[in-house]
């Protein structure tokens, strides 16, 4: 059974920068093909991919926000931490990790969200 | 970037009708395309994947159809747990992105 779970501040500053790590379990991502992404979703607004890493440490961005991101892991502790710099109010938002199946950006497991609001 | 454009943005049905969304590609993305279901506070649920590919468990009444820049999504009986907003998503080449999404109500 696959499972994943955010966890993380819910409250950060403006400029500062937010981490976020996701835990999982149920799958290693030490498997071929393997991914684990984050996508966002702004209160009342659509879904937005953010970034993925794979099984090999490759790793993908949005490209409108590729320079304020980073994602890495850690398969001894099946965790993926993702960063984002320069926090603001327009990133306030839910943020979810996703396990990605081998075929790539196809998210078939999420977790349940951690809600990240940018106030002063 | 690829744009998902999703119609209608929102939907008001009768317990029973046949349900029937729309997302359009602004490029060609093949069959790469899934449908998500989402309950309000909850996370996104996997139906369709591949165009029209039913996720394991998911009900037979959710359907998808299409391939190239046009696809469909249908709920063949709407039932009250149907009650959700719903996105469709291409994976075809990054960045993948996600349509506006539809939200259905019960009339």
């Known amino acids: 059974q696959i499972t994943l779970k955010e966890s993380g501040p819910t409250l950060v500053k403006p400029t500062q920068t937010l981490t976020l790590t996701c835990t999982f379990s149920?799958?290693?991502?030490?498997?071929?093909?393997?991914?684990v992404g984050w996508i966002r979703q702004p209160p009342g607004k659509a879904l937005e991919w953010l970034a993925v890493?794979?099984?090999?440490?490759?790793?993908y961005f949005s490209p409108s926000l590729k320079t304020r991101l980073t994602i890495t892991k850690d398969t001894s502790k099946d965790q993926v931490v993702l960063t984002l710099t320069n926090m603001d109010p327009v990133d306030t938002a839910t943020y979810y990790c996703?396990?990605?199946?081998?075929?790539?950006?196809?998210?078939?497991?999420w977790g349940q969200g951690a809600l990240v609001t940018v106030s002063s | 970037d690829i744009q998902m454009t999703q119609s209608p943005s929102s939907l008001s049905a009768s317990i029973g009708d046949r349900v029937t969304i729309f997302c359009q590609a602004s490029?060609?993305?093949?069959?790469?395309l899934t449908w998500f279901q989402q309950k309000p506070g909850k996370a996104p649920k996997l139906l369709i994947f591949?165009?029209?590919n039913l996720e394991t468990g998911v009900p037979s009444r959710f359907s998808g159809s299409g391939s190239g820049t046009d696809f469909t999504f249908t709920i063949s009986s709407l039932q009250p747990e149907d009650i959700a907003t719903y996105y469709c998503?291409?994976?075809?080449?990054?960045?993948?992105?996600f349509g506006q999404g539809t939200k259905v109500e019960i009339k």
């Open positions: 996703a396990h990605s199946a081998p075929a790539g950006g196809l998210f078939d497991y």
């Open positions: 890493i794979y099984w090999d440490d490759d790793k």
């Open positions: 149920g799958f290693s991502l030490n498997s071929n093909g393997v991914g």
């Open positions: 490029q060609d993305i093949g069959s790469y």
């Open positions: 591949l165009a029209s």
């Open positions: 998503q291409h994976y075809d080449t990054l960045p993948w992105t």
